[in-house]
């Protein structure tokens, strides 16, 4: 446990370090991962009320299992009004949904394509 003089002290380092250059001697910050190439090559959008299981696949993360879940909650439901019923999806969370969002559409054509 860090007393408040350990934490004093610990500052106090921060700040010199940032001030006389001394970062190599600190631990490096934890930097977000780059996006995977394959999920980076990717453009375009995909319609979740018209796409197919294999326009669905084409998402990363999108497996033939999860493709079918898919296409069986927009049986039910009709159709998608909100991109957010998708978290209704086994297996489908919120980062999972974050990293999705920019690639879904609820109008218009499937476009997404792999380069």
Do not use: H, W, Y
């Amino acid at each position: 446990m860090l007393t408040l003089r350990s934490r004093q002290l610990i500052a106090l380092l921060g700040t010199l370090a940032c001030a006389f250059s001394l970062s190599p001697l600190l631990p490096t910050p934890i930097r977000a991962q780059e996006p995977a190439a394959a999920e980076a090559s990717r453009s375009g959008v995909v319609n979740l009320n018209t796409a197919s299981a294999a326009e669905l696949v084409r998402l990363p993360g999108i497996g033939p299992a999860r493709a079918q879940a898919i296409l069986e909650l927009r049986a039910r439901l009709t159709r998608f009004s909100r991109l957010e019923e998708l978290l209704r999806v086994k297996g489908i969370g919120r980062a999972t949904f974050r990293k999705l969002r920019p690639m879904l559409t609820l109008d218009g054509p499937t476009t997404l394509t792999d380069r």
